[in-house]
Structures are given as C-alpha cells and as structure tokens.
C-alpha cells in the first residue's frame, strides 16, 4: 500500500498523464454535446422546409413510376393481402419530411455508433496513459534511483500497474457514464421516450468500455516497461494498427481467432460481426453457397472476446514483468 501511494501521488504530478485522465473525462462528453447537437429537434422553419423538399421529390418522374408500378403489380412490392393497395405503395415510396431531417433521436443505435466510437476514443488516450506514465522513468533515468528505495523489482513493477490502471479505469468509467447521461437528459427534454432499460444497456456499454480502457492503460504500461522506450511502444502499437489487420488476414483464414481489434469491439459491444474471406470451393458456375464454413460473415460473441483478452493480457504483462526483475537497470 505504500508503494501504491507512492505511484499514485507519482501519477498526480505528471501534467501530461493529468491531461490525458482529463481528456478520457472530457472526450466522451464532448462527443455527447456534438451528438446532442445533431440530433436536436428541428425548428418549425426547418421541418416546413423539409415538407416541401418531400413534395418536391414526390413530384421526380422515378417516384411516380415507381408507385405505379408497385399499384400495377403489388405481388411484386407490397403483396395482395392489402386492402388498400394504392395507399401502401404510396407509403412506401412517397418521401416523407423525415428522411430530409437529421437523424432521429434512437439510443439503442447510439451504442452501435458514437457510442462505441467514444469508448475507442477512451481506449486510444488509455494506451497514451500507460506509455506515458511510466516513459517518463526511462527517459530521465529515475528508474534505477527508485529501486534504492525498493530492491524487490516485482512490488515496483506491481504498484505502478496498479496505479496506472485503476486510475485509468476510474476515469474512463466517469467519462463514458456522463456519456450515456448527457445522451438520455436530452431524449427526455426533447420529450422523446427512453425504453426501459436502454440507459443500463448503453452505461453496461460504458462500463466495458472502462475496462477494456483499463487495459489499454496496463498494456501500454507493460509494453513500455518491457522496450523502456515510449517512441517503440507508440511505434509498435501504431504498426500493429496500419498493417496488423493486413498480416492476420493474410496468414489467418479467420481473423476472429487473433484479432485484438475485433474481440475489443466483441467485448465493448456486446458480440460483434466481422467479415472473412471464403475459400474458392464455396464458389460454383452458377451459385455461391453462404452457410457454414462459406459463410462471409462471422459472430463473435462477449465471452469469446473475453476469453481471448485472458489470455493475450498475462502473457504480454508477465514478459514485462519477468524482463524488468531480470534485466539490468540503469
């Protein structure tokens, strides 16, 4: 525990570390202003203004065809078991003042969108976090006078993880949850109805956000404690993300199985799909076939996502951590 309060009040007089727990705060709330104000109601100028738009349209040479082709052949478009034929190829492809308005305020899309582009936002300031914290050792050399203090290299290397990561944690699970907050306080002002339980699901999408952040944060904190070098570990990370995608699709024949990007979106989403190339048998002359093993898209689910960050995490902690008890330090 001292060592621990060590790290942390380390951690509070790093400015730059400050700025980015700052930042994993204040990111996803700016995305939820920025959301907010995409999604506000139209002004009664705006939606009279999408009215005649939609009149406008109504009136193009395509529309009209298309309507009267659904009425002469409704089997073809909206099926004869409708009474009013007429009136539901009209429905069906007369535009309407919404399509020329903004996005309609819907939550449980938001987690499929700037939801998730907000927790990777947090995840992406989260690896900064970790480098940061501790390259500032490596590179004014403070390392070596630190183990005057405590020879016992494993308790070093164990506060400052922990220092880093809880914080992270902690602040990329405040800034995600004022996320969700601000989204639902402008549905309800805006007098739009939040379905029971789509708040929980879009905080539960924060929450594991948070923690893939935290991670993020023990990662670039492992990563760097294993190169003791900032500029390799950002290097690294950002070969991984321009070319990494590149090699695993070329030497995997499933991605899912070594992708770390697709089992962090399984785990902040919930499960997620991806796509896969399909072998040359699964095509013929006249057809393809999309079941099975020649299927294109694939599922990957929470718990595989999980399962694959168990087991990446210890090895890539436990050689930063063997590597800084063996190697020398100066």
Request: aromatic share 8%; glycine share 8%.
């Amino acid at each position: 525990m001292r060592l621990l309060r060590v790290e942390l009040t380390r951690l509070r007089w790093r400015r730059a570390v400050l700025l980015l727990l700052a930042a994993t705060v204040l990111v996803p709330v700016v995305l939820a202003i920025v959301k907010v104000a995409e999604l506000a109601p139209p002004s009664p100028d705006a939606y009279e203004q999408a009215v005649a738009a939609a009149e406008r349209e109504a009136q193009q040479p395509y529309v009209q065809d298309s309507i009267e082709d659904c009425i002469a052949n409704p089997d073809d478009y909206v099926g004869t078991a409708i009474e009013d034929v007429e009136g539901a190829c009209r429905d069906s492809y007369a535009p309407v003042p919404e399509q020329f308005l903004p996005s309609s305020l819907d939550l449980a899309y938001e987690r499929e969108d700037s939801g998730y582009v907000a927790a990777v936002f947090v995840g992406m300031i989260a690896i900064l976090i970790g480098t940061t914290f501790v390259g500032h050792d490596w590179n004014t050399g403070s390392m070596g006078n630190q183990l005057l203090f405590e020879s016992r290299r494993l308790r070093v290397w164990g506060a400052k993880a922990v220092a880093v990561t809880a914080a992270t944690g902690v602040a990329a699970a405040v800034g995600l949850s004022a996320f969700w907050f601000v989204l639902a306080a402008r549905f309800q002002l805006a007098g739009v109805h939040v379905p029971d339980g789509a708040l929980l699901a879009g905080l539960e999408q924060g929450w594991r956000g948070a923690g893939v952040a935290a991670l993020a944060a023990l990662a670039g904190f492992a990563i760097t404690m294993l190169s003791r070098s900032t500029v390799f570990t950002l290097g690294l990370l950002l070969g991984i993300a321009v070319a990494g995608g590149l090699l695993i699709s070329f030497f995997a024949d499933d991605p899912g199985w070594v992708d770390p990007t697709v089992n962090v979106s399984a785990v902040i989403q919930d499960g997620t799909t991806y796509y896969v190339d399909v072998p040359e048998s699964c095509y013929s002359d006249t057809s393809y076939d999309d079941t099975g093993d020649c299927a294109s898209e694939r599922r990957r689910s929470l718990g595989q996502g999980l399962g694959y960050l168990a087991i990446l995490t210890p090895v890539v902690v436990g050689a930063s951590a063997v590597s800084y008890r063996r190697r020398d330090v100066p």
